[in-house]
């Protein structure tokens, strides 16, 4: 089991950067998949980006490739998510997530077994 922290939101303005902090605990971290998914009120949690147990493979949604970069230090037991060129659209509760496998990470909320409480993240136009 591992237990997930989530820091780093906050207000920013548009065209800003922000860096999200995800601090695991609990269990190996380089036996899983990482990943960040936003949710807003009244809709489904969306997909971000995820990352491999090695780092190796990433993905990303595409509203938010070329942007946003998912990045983890295993010695560290973190994941990262630096987010450029923000847009007021950003604006949502940020959630990291973990579930273990050395394949492909999945880009499906309902794969991912471990969840932080968020962050919020709010984006001024």
């Known amino acids: 089991q591992v237990q997930l922290v989530e820091s780093g939101g906050g207000l920013v303005q548009a065209g800003g950067s922000l860096r999200l902090t995800c601090a695991a605990s609990g269990s190996t971290f380089s036996n899983y998949a990482l990943g960040w998914f936003r949710q807003i009120p009244g809709k489904e949690r969306e997909f971000v980006a995820a990352?491999?147990?090695?780092?190796?493979?990433?993905y990303y949604s595409d509203s938010v490739k070329g942007r946003f970069t998912i990045s983890r230090d295993n010695g560290k037991n973190t994941v990262y998510l630096q987010m450029n060129s923000l847009k007021p659209e950003d604006t949502a509760v940020y959630y990291c997530a973990a579930y273990v496998t050395r394949g492909i990470p999945s880009m499906f909320a309902h794969t991912y077994d471990y969840w932080g409480q968020g962050t919020r993240i709010t984006v001024s136009s």
């Open positions: 990352i491999s147990w090695g780092g190796g493979m990433k």
